[in-house]
């Protein structure tokens, strides 16, 4: 190919950050954050894996069965657009048209989306459908696999950790600001099953890319988080 050619090619690459990590480790709050300071589209792909849970959960009364999983994933309609309503979201989810936005965040959805995130099958069909979305390009995607398999070629590669503990402090947080009572024990070993499951399982684990980033935000608030990210992603 030509130099021109080549150079054409390189800038027709659409600009993503990726932004990794194990559950609550405060991607998505950086996320949106720096999305809006640099003017771009933010993009939690985890809302795709709990829609599908969710959908599994309502239409088959389960997720065990992997191939019925997988063909309910295949035929759903999962779409996200900028908030309706001013309760504290940040953006619409709808599945099959239906605001789902609250109820892919309970803890029987928290349960079921690891093991129905570690299906084959499940995970080909919304990554097609995040390189998609992620190829409008000026895009923050969060996830677990995005700086690996979604993107690996994606501009800048953040990988978020956190002690387990602090992540579920910030998870019960959040949880309370919503009205919903737990323990901190139970949201401490909801995240910490989790986490075991998404970084065993055989298809894109959780785990940094070699040229990831790697921020530990324990004891850091999301303003100094925030700002070592836009020293890496603006130097
Ligand atoms: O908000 P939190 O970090 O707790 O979870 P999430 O980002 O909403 O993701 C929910 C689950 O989806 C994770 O525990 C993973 O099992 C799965 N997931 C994934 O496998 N790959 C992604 N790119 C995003 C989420």
Do not use: C
């Amino acid at each position: 190919m030509s130099t021109r050619g080549a150079a054409m090619r390189k800038q027709q690459k659409p600009l993503v950050i990726a932004i990794d990590g194990p559950a609550a480790s405060g991607k998505s709050t950086l996320a949106e954050k720096l999305a809006q300071r640099l003017g771009f589209f933010y993009f939690d792909t985890g809302v795709m894996y709990r829609a599908a849970t969710l959908a599994a959960m309502k239409d088959l009364g389960g997720v065990e069965d992997e191939k019925a999983v997988t063909r309910l994933t295949a035929a759903v309609q999962i779409d996200v657009r900028p908030p309706s309503v001013e309760d504290g979201r940040v953006m619409d989810v709808l599945l099959n048209g239906e605001d789902v936005t609250w109820e892919i965040r309970t803890p029987e959805v928290d349960r079921n989306v690891s093991p129905v995130s570690a299906y084959e099958g499940v995970r080909t069909i919304l990554t097609n459908r995040q390189r998609d979305i992620g190829m409008r390009g000026n895009m923050v995607m969060v996830g677990r696999d995005i700086g690996t398999v979604v993107f690996p070629d994606a501009r800048y590669k953040i990988y978020l950790e956190a002690s387990p503990e602090e992540r579920a402090r910030r998870r019960l947080k959040e949880m309370q600001l919503r009205g919903e009572t737990h323990s901190f024990e139970e949201v401490l070993q909801s995240i910490i099953r989790r986490d075991g499951i998404d970084s065993t399982r055989q298809h894109a684990p959780l785990k940094p890319a070699v040229d990831a980033v790697i921020i530990d935000t324990d004891g850091k608030s999301i303003e100094e988080v925030l700002e070592e990210t836009l020293a890496i992603v603006q130097p």
